[in-house]
C-alpha cells in the first residue's frame, strides 16, 4: 500500500496547548499537504509544501518537511475547541496528481 | 460555482442494484478526482479527470465501476451491482490547471450504504 502512516491516531489537549502531528510517507515526493476533516464533513485544505522546502507557516499552523526521513510534522499552536477534527496528511509523488493519504491523526481540544 | 457540489448526500441501494453518483467541479478547473473513504479514515483514489479525458483510472475497480466527465454536464460516477463492500463515503474533489502544484477542493461527499 501506498498509504502514509501518521501518528499519534488520536490525540487529546486542552485548549490552548499545541497540538503535533507526524506523518510518513514512502516514496519521493512533489509536495505534501494537510487536510482537516470535520465529523462527517468533507476534507478542507490546511497547508502545501513543496518538497524543496523545509517550513512553512499559516495563521496558527507550522508544517516541516524533512525529505531525507520521509516525515513532515503539523503543528497547531494555542489550539480552540473548534480545532477538533480528524488531520490527514497527503502526498503527490507522480505524474497523475493523485493524493496519497496517511492515516489521520483524530485531534480532541478539549474546552 | 465556487465550491465542489455532490449529489445526493446519501443513497441505499440494495445489494445488486446501481448507484450514481455526481460531482460538479469548481468553475475553471480542469482536473477532477474520485476518492473512497472506507471507516472514516482510509481513503482510497479511484479515477481523475482532466477536463472529460480520463488522466489516471489506476483506482478503479474495473469490474463494476465507471466514471465520465462530459462537457457541460457534472461528473459521474457509476457503480454497477453494489457490493456490500462499496459501502463508504465518495468524495469528488477539483483543482485548477498545474497540476501537482496545487491543492484539491473537495466536496462534502456522497455517503453510499449498501444493504
Known amino acids: 500500500s501506498q498509504q502514509g502512516e501518521e501518528d499519534p491516531q488520536a490525540l487529546s489537549i486542552q485548549e490552548g496547548e499545541n497540538a503535533t502531528m507526524n506523518c510518513s510517507y514512502k516514496?519521493?515526493?512533489?509536495?505534501l499537504q494537510w487536510y482537516r476533516q470535520n465529523s462527517g464533513r468533507g476534507l478542507v485544505h490546511l497547508i502545501l509544501i513543496r518538497s524543496n522546502e523545509r517550513e512553512k507557516h499559516s495563521g496558527r499552523l507550522r508544517v516541516t518537511l524533512d525529505t531525507s526521513k520521509k516525515s513532515s510534522s503539523l503543528l497547531i499552536t494555542a489550539s480552540r475547541a473548534a480545532d477538533t477534527a480528524s488531520y490527514f496528511c497527503a502526498t503527490v509523488w507522480d505524474s497523475s496528481y493523485k493524493l496519497i493519504f496517511g492515516s489521520g491523526t483524530r485531534l480532541l481540544v478539549r474546552p | 460555482g465556487e465550491e465542489v457540489a455532490q449529489t445526493p448526500k446519501h443513497l441505499v441501494r440494495g445489494e445488486g442494484q446501481k448507484a450514481k453518483l455526481y460531482c460538479a467541479p469548481i468553475?475553471?478547473?480542469?482536473?477532477v478526482f474520485w476518492y473512497q473513504q472506507v471507516l472514516k479514515n482510509e481513503f482510497k483514489f479511484l479515477i481523475s479527470f482532466q477536463n472529460e479525458n480520463v488522466f489516471d483510472e489506476t483506482g478503479m475497480p474495473k469490474e463494476r465501476f465507471s466514471a465520465k466527465c462530459l462537457p457541460n454536464s457534472p461528473c459521474s460516477l457509476e457503480i454497477q451491482a453494489t457490493k456490500l463492500e462499496d459501502s463508504a463515503v465518495y468524495f469528488c474533489a477539483s483543482s485548477p490547471p498545474g497540476g501537482w502544484r496545487n491543492e484539491q477542493f473537495f466536496g462534502p461527499g456522497t455517503r453510499l450504504t449498501v444493504l
Open positions: 516514496t519521493s515526493i512533489n509536495n
Open positions: 468553475k475553471g478547473h480542469s482536473y
